[in-house]
Antibody, heavy 117, light 110 residues
Framework: EVHLMESGGGLVEPGGSLRLSCAAS????????MNWVRQAPGKGLEWVSS????????YYVESVKGRFTISRDNAKNSLYLQMNSLRDEDTAVYYC??????????WGQGTLVTVSS | QSALTQPASVSGSPGQSITISCTGT?????????VSWYQQYPGKAPKLMIF???NRPSGVSTRFSGSKSGNTASLTISGLQGEDEADYFC??????????FGGGTKVSVL
């Protein structure tokens, strides 16, 4: 059974940093592209970033370019999102999602990031 | 990359059929058949309901179906049931190799 579990969320001040992690199990992590998707409180889903199976082919939504860095460790079956220079508008639940042929198919339960002073 | 356009809300009576539209551009919905639909209950993670425009994952009810014409994709729920009351989001792969979601549609069962 596919299982994704995010961690690392919390309260951070504007301008601060946070590193999210996503632990994967139940599938061969190293052959799948992975995504981060976020959802601000009461709002819709927003795709944030994706990373190819080998760690190449990295893409970001325009609003996080230069501030967020996606990475993965296939030996540890883990996905990461380093978030720097955080802004109020980055407040959201962050989901990691497996990608199956350009479609996010399985999702974790999410981790809440709150940016506030 | 602008979000795909969905109606904010759609409602129907039990047993009826409803259709949710998802309008994009020739750079996303119109470019590929990589359109997917998700169901989300409050406080829960999204669940994949339709992928590649028309395909249902194993375990998803046959009451859910998808289609696409040009830059607009659609999700139809037939035989509407109370458990279908949820938020629904479309998603498309783009020509920039990114993904873009719709703003979401709240489905209400009257």
């Amino acid at each position: 059974e596919v299982h994704l579990m995010e961690s690392g969320g919390g309260l951070v001040e504007p301008g601060g940093s946070l590193r999210l992690s996503c632990a994967a199990s139940g599938f061969t992590f190293s052959v799948y592209t992975m995504n981060w998707v976020r959802q601000a409180p009461g709002k819709g889903l927003e795709w944030v970033s994706s990373i190819g199976s080998s760690g190449s082919f990295i893409y970001y939504v325009e609003s996080v370019k230069g501030r967020f860095t996606i990475s993965r460790d296939n030996a540890k079956n883990s996905l990461y999102l380093q978030m720097n220079s955080l802004r109020d508008e980055d407040t959201a639940v962050y989901y990691c999602a497996r990608d199956y042929h350009y479609v996010p198919d399985y999702w974790g339960q999410g981790t809440l990031v709150t940016v506030s002073s | 990359q602008s979000a795909l356009t969905q109606p904010a809300s759609v409602s129907g009576s039990p047993g009826q059929s409803i259709t949710i539209s998802c309008t994009g551009t020739s750079s996303d919905v119109g470019a590929y058949d990589y359109v997917s639909w998700y169901q989300q209950y409050p406080g829960k993670a999204p669940k994949l309901m339709i992928f590649d425009v028309t395909n249902r994952p194993s375990g998803v009810s046959t009451r859910f179906s998808g289609s696409k014409s040009g830059n607009t994709a659609s999700l139809t729920i037939s035989g509407l049931q109370g458990e279908d009351e949820a938020d629904y989001f479309c998603c498309s792969f783009t020509t920039s190799s990114t993904r873009v979601f719709g703003g979401g549609t709240k489905v209400s069962v009257l």
